[in-house]
Structure formats: structure tokens, C-alpha cells
């Protein structure tokens, strides 16, 4: 049984139709990437497949274990955080948020995770700053360590890349082929930059006039 | 001076008046910083017009403790306001905008039409601006208030963590399963809590000042949510007490006074921002 199964998706709003037919499966330690131009529904995939939007029609079927409320988001950076007064302790923590169930706080396990999660991306002496003060790629491997606060098993990555110098992202593509490799995290990822895409994953959703799923290897 | 203030203080309800308006402060700068956080200052303001709509329509009504009939409209009116900002045609800040002046036009007219009071111009003085003595609150008011704004704080506290989250990312909250909808809603219905009760104190013109101001203020200085909501109930206490006992000595209007220091506390915390930044 496959870790998210999509079974004839059709995406869109309520009178445009963006993409029909979309079939996949993914499983564990697989690393997809979902490629295309702007406005052919990549986006609308990943909301459907997050469980944020309603497809018009198909549905995703999710096993193995996987629940609902267990893909771990990294959303695309948007500037307005800047100013939001968050120290990265707290963004990390409220990873654990759908963990919390009817307890109102955290509890001390879930802090030491929130640390060993902020080490494990390298930033762990960042976890008293402010976020808005932080460097783009920080920003990101910080958004990461909050996102495997919250799963363990299937990440959803938006645009990762986007807008990070040469450097940041070279380590930030580290990092995620290091959390898919050894921790057979699945990945899905939207991303523009389809030389790295291919280079790293090994499933590939190309959104054009229609909709191409291929394996890239196994 | 200390003499005026024991013998206002030897009043029972000037007392009990007094950690109303604390309370109340402590509970508008709580919600406030998600407000300015969330970009919601605007629907606070809308609220506050509103609710003074809805006092003119139970002044004309004769209900005795108005607050029977301006609480849930305020309420029902925020919730619309949130959620009715992705159905209907006229969008956010215009649909506020709105509500607002049409709240105050009817409601003025209302009140003109129905009043029965000698004093109409002191009636709507006081509800856009407050009370102008604390001795002019009625007891069954100042309870409500203190029961209310303690439940609102431990409301807070034991919601602040999911408050802070679905603040920093509805998204990402969404997808960890959390019920985001859920807690704008809440945060809608105590912001509406919060007008009502304030009302009675600063006038509803002035609510949005005590819901803003100590967040800006302390977003100045400090740069973690907890900081900042710590620092912000701190000042929002500090000015509301304050603000009294001046309001108290010099015999100035509560609300205004309330928030004439946190203007000053405003440009306090800017200037000390400023230096710490350089």
C-alpha cells in the first residue's frame, strides 16, 4: 500500500478546469518533484494533496500508515514575516501543534525534539533569535526542522529554493536528500528549477499541456 | 492628591471600577497582539462602530442592562465580518468600512428619533467616548466586566499556543490537522467581548486604540510572541492604571486619559527601539 495515492484528480477552481486525469502513488523513500510552468495547477496539486482545497473530482487515499494530518509543509517564503516577532524556538515547536491533542502546552519531550530537530538542520544555536532577522536559507532550515516536528514519514516542499543565494541552496538540497535518504522521508517537491529536480528525485509530475508522471529511477 | 485618591477608593464600586479597566486592558492587549499580528486591527475598529449601533438600538428598545442586546450583535457581526470576507462581493477593508459609518448613521438616528433622555449630545458622547466619571457605571456592568475578562484570560492562556501558531501560519496549522477556523472564530468572538466591555469605559471609539497600541509598542522592543504579549499586557496594565488615577485626580475623561498614555508609552517604546536598534 502506497503512502498517498491520487486516483484521477481533476484540479481547478470552480469554473476553470486546470488539470485532468493526474494518477500517482507514492511511497516511502521516494522523492518526487513536480515541475511546470506557472498557473497549471502545481500549486492547486499540492493544496489538494495537503488536504487544504477539495479536488473537483478523484480522490487521495492515504495508507500505510500515513494520516491525514501527517505531511509535514514547508510553504514558499513569504516576506511579511519579517516583522512578526517569533523567536525560532517558537516556529519550531508549533510543529508540534497537531501533537498537542487537549493538553494546552507543550510537552518537554516535544521541546527536546524541537531542539534535536533544530540541530539536525544545523541551526540549533539560532533557537533564541528573532526569525525575521534570519538569512533566507536559515528561514528555510528552520521551516524544515518545524515541518519533521510534525511527521515523520512525507514532506511537501514548496518552491525550497526560491530566492536563496548559490550556496544556501546547494545545502538546503543537501539536507533534504540527507532527511530522504536516511530517514526515508518521502518528499514531494514544487520547484522551477528542474536540473536540480532531476538530478536528486526519482519521480517527476510535469504540469504542461497535460499532465506527465515518470519515473526518473529507481 | 493621596487624599483624593483614598477617598475616591473608599468607594466600593470606584474599586471595583478600577480592576475592571485593568482587566479589561489586560484582556484587549492579549487578543490585540494577534489582531495587529493577523492584519485585523481594521475589524476591530469596524466592531467598535457597530457596537455603538447597537447600544442606540437598546436604548430604543428600554432594555435595562444593554448589553443583552449589544453583545450578540457585535458578536454575530464579527463573525460575518471573517468569515463573510471570502463570499460576498464587497470586499475586506471596504465592507468594514462600511458597516462602520452605516452603524454610526442609523444608530445616531435612532437614538435622535426614539430618545427620551434630556440629555442626547452627554448619551452619545459617552458611548462614543465613555464614561466621563467612573461613578456614573452601574454595578451589574462592572460585574459582567469582571467576570467576563477573567474568563477571556484564561481563555487566552490556555489557547495561547495554538493562538500563536494559527497567528504565525494558518497553513501550516491546516495541515497538521489543526481546526484554524475554529480559533478565528474565537479570536472574532472575544475581540467582539472585548469592544462590548470596553465600551462602558472608553467609549467605542476608543477600543481600537487599547487593542493596538501596547502590541505596537512592545513589537518596537522585542521580537518573540511571548515577549511581546508579555510586554504588551504589562504596558497595556500600566497605562490603564495609570490613566485612571490621573483620570481620577485631574477629573479627565477615563477613555481618553486611558489612551493619551499609551500614545506617550507608544513613543517611549519607538525611541527605545530606535536606540537599541542602532
Known amino acids: 500500500m502506497a503512502l498517498l495515492k491520487c486516483e484521477d484528480l481533476t484540479l481547478g477552481y470552480e469554473d476553470i478546469t486546470l ?104 541551526v540549533e544555536d539560532l533557537a533564541d533569535k528573532s526569525f525575521g532577522n534570519l538569512s533566507g536559507g536559515q528561514q528555510q532550515r528552520v521551516l524544515l526542522a518545524r515541518a519533521i516536528c510534525a511527521t515523520r514519514k512525507m514532506l511537501l516542499l514548496d518552491e525550497p529554493v526560491a530566492g536563496l543565494d548559490v550556496n544556501a541552496e546547494a545545502e538546503m538540497y543537501k539536507l533534504i536528500e540527507s532527511l530522504n535518504k536516511e530517514e526515508k522521508i518521502a518528499i514531494i517537491m514544487v520547484t522551477h528549477d528542474l536540473e536540480s529536480a532531476r538530478e536528486y528525485a526519482t519521480h517527476e509530475i510535469h504540469f504542461g499541456e497535460e499532465v506527465s508522471v515518470r519515473c526518473l529511477r529507481h | ?29 492579549l487578543i490585540g497582539v494577534t489582531l495587529v499580528l493577523k492584519r485585523f486591527s481594521f475589524i476591530g475598529d469596524g466592531l467598535s462602530h457597530v457596537a455603538f449601533g447597537a447600544v442606540a438600538i437598546a436604548t430604543v428598545l428600554e432594555v435595562t442592562t444593554s448589553m443583552i442586546v449589544v453583545l450578540p450583535i457585535t458578536v454575530i457581526c464579527a463573525i460575518l465580518l471573517l468569515k463573510g470576507g471570502k463570499y460576498v462581493k464587497v470586499k475586506g477593508d471596504a465592507a468594514i468600512a ?130 511581546v504579549t508579555v510586554c504588551s499586557a504589562v504596558i497595556s496594565v500600566v497605562c490603564a492604571l495609570s490613566g485612571v488615577i490621573v483620570s481620577i485626580l485631574a477629573g479627565t475623561p477615563v477613555g481618553a486619559t486611558i489612551v493619551a498614555a499609551n500614545i506617550i508609552c507608544y513613543f517611549c517604546f519607538m525611541a527605545a527601539g530606535r536606540i537599541k536598534g542602532e
Open chain 2, 98 to 227: 462600511m458597516i462602520s459609518v452605516s452603524a454610526l448613521a442609523v444608530g445616531y438616528l435612532l437614538m435622535n428619533i426614539s430618545s427620551k433622555s434630556s440629555n442626547l449630545s452627554g448619551d452619545v458622547c459617552s458611548t462614543l467616548f465613555g464614561s466621563t466619571a467612573l461613578l456614573s457605571l452601574e454595578l451589574t456592568d462592572v460585574l459582567i466586566c469582571l467576570v467576563v475578562s477573567i474568563l477571556v484570560t484564561v481563555a487566552f492562556v490556555v489557547f495561547y499556543n495554538r493562538i500563536f501558531a494559527v497567528t504565525f501560519d494558518e497553513d501550516f496549522s491546516r495541515t497538521c490537522g489543526v481546526n484554524a477556523e475554529k480559533y478565528n472564530l474565537m479570536i472574532a468572538i472575544i475581540i467582539a467581548v472585548i469592544i462590548v466591555l470596553a465600551m462602558n469605559f472608553v467609549g467605542s471609539l476608543l477600543i481600537s486604540a487599547l487593542i493596538v497600541f501596547p502590541a505596537l509598542s512592545a513589537m518596537r522592543i522585542f521580537k518573540s510572541f511571548l515577549k
Open chain 2, 1 to 29: 492628591m493621596l487624599e483624593t485618591l483614598t477617598y475616591y477608593m473608599g468607594f466600593p464600586l470606584i474599586r471595583y471600577a478600577v480592576a475592571v479597566v485593568v482587566l479589561i486592558a489586560l484582556c484587549s492587549s
Open chain 1, 19 to 122: 488539470a485532468e486525469g493526474v494518477n500517482f502513488e507514492v511511497n516511502e523513500g521516494e522523492y518526487w518533484c513536480i515541475t511546470g510552468e506557472n498557473g497549471t495547477g502545481k500549486t492547486t496539486l499540492m493544496k489538494t494533496v495537503l488536504g487544504l482545497r477539495q479536488p473537483l473530482k478523484g480522490k487521495i487515499i492515504h495508507g500505510d500508515g500515513l494520516l491525514k494530518n501527517e505531511i509535514g509543509y514547508l510553504p514558499q517564503r513569504t516576506e511579511y514575516k519579517k516583522d512578526f516577532p517569533a523567536s525560532v524556538r517558537e516556529i519550531v515547536l508549533s510543529g508540534f501543534q497537531g501533537a498537542l491533542g487537549f493538553r494546552p502546552f507543550y510537552s518537554a519531550a516535544q521541546k527536546a525534539a524541537a531542539m534535536e530537530n533544530l540541530k539536525r538542520m544545523g
